[in-house]
């Protein structure tokens, strides 16, 4: 019950606040993070392991994401 509370509820809520915050470009690169961070809370509290492709994936996304953050920024 309060994994989903905290980890659904709680992180939505958050996160449809901080859209209101923000400009387009920059809401559409947070998407694309969200299940980068829901992963690695699912190893942080639920001891959930990754394979090296899962990881592999984890790395290019947030590679891409920080790319077109910054491209994104520049315009």
Do not use: C, K, N
Not at 30 to 43: D, K, N, Q, R, W
Not at 52 to 63: E, H
């Amino acid at each position: 019950m309060l994994l989903g509370v905290l980890g659904a509820g709680l992180s939505f809520t958050l996160y449809v606040i901080g859209l209101r915050h923000t400009a387009p470009a920059i809401a559409s690169v947070v998407a694309m993070v969200e299940p980068v961070s829901a992963t690695l809370f699912g190893v942080a509290v639920l001891s959930e392991s990754l394979a090296g492709l899962q990881i592999v994936g984890m790395a290019l996304i947030l590679i891409t994401a920080t790319v077109l953050a910054f491209y994104s920024s520049a315009r």
